[in-house]
DNA sequence: TTCTCCTTTGCAAACGTTTCCGTTGTATTA
DNA sequence: TAATACAACGGAAACGTTTGCAAAGGAGAA
C-alpha cells in the first residue's frame, strides 16, 4: 500500500474527491468547515499529492530538463547552479543528464527526458549536427541552447561571443610577443570552431602564419595532458598555450609542470572561462570570463518566457566576453 | 494537440490499444505482421511513450531526487557525477536540487522531489535534526546519505570518517611545529562536529589546549573570508589555519593574499577534500582526500540495492581518508 | 463433424488527479 | 406560499498507459 491519495482523504472525511480537492487547492466554493476538516485529515494522513497524475491532466510537469556534457565540469556546474536558482523560484524542478560528449547519448538522453515530459529543455550541444535540434523542434518543445550554439539554425540560445574570444586571445598574446603559439582547442563543436576562426583571422591580421600542427583538438576520450605531450615529443616548442578552457588550461599546467617548464617565463598560459580556481592556481591563471553566472540566470529566463509565452521570435544573446590578465602570460 | 498517443498509432495501424501497447514493448504474443507494421507506425508519427502515464500505472517513475546543498561545490558536483554515472546505466534519472544549507528549503524540496513520486532520493543533510529523515521514513522512501551523517539514526549513510578527519589534521599541523591553529569549521552538521571532535581529542592529548576564539564556525549566508578577516582583526595570530574543506581553504588563501600573509612561510593551511584545484592552487595544498568519486558511486549502488531488492538492513559504509601532503604546510 | 488447443486480438479496469456540469438543500424575495 | 438564487457538494469524464481476462478464429485430432 503506497502513500495516501485524494481518495483516501475524502473516504475518512465523508466527502467526495471532488470536494476534497477543491479545499487542498482552495478553488471553487467550498465550505470553510469543511476545507479546515479536509487540511486536517491531510496533513495527519501525510498527505502528497502526485505530480503525475497532476502531469497527466495538466500536460505540464514542472520539470525542465537539463542536458551538459558533464557536471563535472565547473564551467557547466555554475551555468547549471544559474539556471536552478532562477527556476526554482518559480516552482520548476530540473532533471539533469550528461552526454560526456558523444552525440549518442546525448540523443538517448534527449529522448529520455521528452518522455519524462519536461516542460523545456536548456542544452549545451555536443556537437554542430542540427539533428537534435530538428528533433526537439518537431516535438515543439520549448528549449534553449546554452554555451554553444549551432550554425545556420534558427533557436533560443545563450553564447558568449566565440568568435571575440579566439580575437582577443590572439591579440593579448601577441601583443605578449608571443609567435609560437600552441592552440588546444575542443573539438566537433560550434564554439571550438568559432574560436578557431577568431583566432585564425586575427593571427593573419598580424601578419603570422598558422601551420596546422599549430593547432591540436581534444576529443572524447583523451586528456588534454596527452596531447601536449604528444606536440612536445613532436618536436613543437611552443612559447605560449592558448587553451580552450581553463578546464583544458588546469590540466595543461599540470602536464608542463610534469615536463618542468615554468610557467609564463619558458612558456605562457591562457585559458577561458574564468572559473574561481584560476584566481589561485600557481600562476593565477589569466583567461577570458565568459560570463557563466549571467549565462544559466539568462537562459533560466527566456525558458521561462518560451515554456509560458510561447513567444514566436527566438532569443539570441551573445554575451562580450572580458580579459581577465593574470600572471600566467 | 500535443504528441503523438498510443491511440494514435493504434487507430491509424487498425489496432487495439492493448496491441499497439503489447508490440512496442515486445511483451504478450503478437503476430510479427503486426507488430512491424506497429513499429513503423510509431516511428513515423514519433511516438514518445508518456512516462507520466507509465509512472501512474506502475508505481515507478526511474527517477531519483539528489538533494545537495548547491552544485556549485566542485565536491558535490563530482558526488553527483559519481551518481549519475552509476544509476544512468540503470536507466535512471536525477532530480537535482539545491538546499542552500537552508532547512526549510530542504524540507521544501524533499516534498516536492515527493510529489514528483522519486522511486529514491540521495541526500547531503543541512543539519543534524533528524525531521528529514524521519519524514522520508515515515513515507517508506528509499534514501541515502551522503557526505554527511545524523547521528544516533538509523539509516544507509555513505561518508568519510570525520573524526579521522579532524585527528589527522591536528596531528600533521602538530608534527609540522604548529600550536597555534584556527580551525575555520561547518556548521550546524555532523560531520563538523565530529571532525572538531577528533580535532580537539588529539590536540588535547599532545597536550595543547585549544581556547574558543581558535574555533569559528562559517554560518550561511557569511563568507569564510570575513570570518578570517574578522579573526585577524581581533588580534589573532595563528601560524596555520585548518580549514573544514578545500571550498574554504581556497577562500582562506586569497583572503590571506590580500592580507599580503605568505604560504606557509607566515601561515600554513589546510584543507579537507582534495578537489582537482588543490593541485595546483599557490602554493598546491595539503588537503585530507574524503574519496568524493568512490562516495558517489558508492552511495549509488546502495540506493540501488535498496530500491530494487527492498533490504531491510542499512548500509554505513566509513571511508577513509587520505593525508595528501603539498606544499602549504 | 465436433472437440480441443493455441495464437492473436480486443475490452475494460486501474493508476490519481482536475474540472465541467448537474443536483441538492437552504435562504431570500415577491 | 411559491419562485428564485446561490452556496455546497457529488458524479463522471478525461489524461495515456499496462495487463488480466475473455473472445475470436483457425488448425489439428478423434
Redesign the pocket.
Known sequence: M??????DV?RIC????????????D?????????KRVLAVAEELG????S???G????KTKIVGVLVTTIENPFYANVVSGIERVLSDYGYNILLSSSHEDPEREMEAVRVLLEQRVDGLVLAPVQSSPAVVEFLNKNRVPFVLVGRNIPDVDTNFVVCDDQLIGQMAAEHLIKKGHRKILFINSSGNHSARLRLQGYLNTMKKHGINVEDQWIREVRANETAKAILFKALDQGLEPTAIFCFCDHIAVEIVRGLYERGLKIPSDIAVLGVDNLGVTEITNPPLTTIDTQHNEMGMKTAEILLKVMENRSLDTSKVVLTPKLIERSSS
Not at 503506497?2 to 481518495?7: E, R, Y
Not at 497527466?56 to 500536460?59: A, D, E, M, N
Open positions: 503506497g502513500p495516501a491519495t485524494l481518495k475524502a465523508g466527502v467526495s474527491i471532488a470536494t476534497a480537492s477543491r479545499a487542498l487547492n478553488k471553487g466554493e467550498v465550505n470553510p468547515e469543511t476545507r498527505y502528497v499529492p502526485n503525475l497524475a497532476k497527466l491532466w495538466s500536460g
